[in-house]
């Protein structure tokens, strides 16, 4: 029988080997976390070819997705109908190119990343005080020490497919769907959708925003304050 740390080796180094030895991919990751009473949750839909290509979909406080290629960054904001293109970065992997840019969230970064998911799950290999559960849907991780806990989960070919940390301040967590190998990725103008130099957060304001019943209402202050946010100069007469 085998030990639980010769379980734990065996299920970080079929996972690391998954995340290095893919070349191309797709999935869903959905996240929770409770972090000193501040509850945020969302979902990224990503598809990925290494060296130099990433779509990411990211619905968290909003609705944009992103697409890069080589060295050019597509943003696409689903809410305001608005897209963009801009020059990211030039080295380095498609996560990162693209971080020069906008930030790239952990979850997503360990499945693009090979490097970063094989340092990720190597700092967790070394723990060595896993407690190991096998089910038929796959392998899970519990460790637990006096500030906190892991869970992490690998599905029945070894893919990770959750991840779960505790802390005094409170808990995060994500899952992974994975899909079948992605087509070429590639960036199409949207219909109908207006282009923009950059994208204008309406949800942060200084003094906060009104509640609203109504969703046309809703649009249309959100659509006043991405244009006066845009407006550089102008003249105008008050009657």
Do not use: C
């Not at 970080?12 to 290095?20: E, L, S």
């Not at 501040?38 to 968290?60: F, I, M, Q, W």
């Not at 997705?65 to 109908?81: E, N, S, W």
């Amino acid at each position: 029988l085998l030990s639980a740390d010769a379980t734990s080796n065996a299920a970080f180094d079929r996972a690391i080997q998954h995340i290095t030895s893919s070349a191309k991919g797709a999935f869903t990751t959905e996240f929770r976390s409770t972090q000193n009473a501040v509850k945020k949750s969302g979902t990224y839909e990503v598809t990925y070819a290494r060296p130099d290509r990433l779509k990411v979909r990211a619905k968290v406080e909003g609705d944009r997705t992103y697409t890069l290629i080589g060295a050019k960054l597509y943003a696409v904001d689903h809410k305001a109908r608005e897209y963009l293109a801009i020059i990211a970065g030039k080295t380095g992997s498609a996560a990162q190119r693209m971080s020069a840019v906008v930030a790239v969230d952990e979850p997503v970064r360990i499945l693009v990343d090979a490097g970063v998911g094989k340092n990720f799950l190597t700092t967790f290999r070394e723990i060595q005080l896993w407690r190991a559960d096998k089910s038929s849907s796959g392998t899970t991780l519990f460790a637990k020490d006096p500030s906190g806990g892991y869970t992490i989960g690998f599905d029945t070919v070894g893919r990770l497919s959750m991840v779960r940390v505790e802390s005094k301040a409170g808990w995060l967590e994500w899952s992974y769907r994975y899909g079948s190998t992605p087509g070429p990725i590639a960036f199409g103008v949207p219909r109908g959708f207006k282009k923009v130099d950059q994208f204008i957060d309406t949800d942060t304001t200084d003094r906060g925003k009104p509640k609203f019943s109504d969703a046309t209402a809703k649009q249309i202050f959100d659509g006043t304050l991405r244009a006066y946010s845009r407006l550089s100069s102008v003249a105008y007469t008050v009657t």
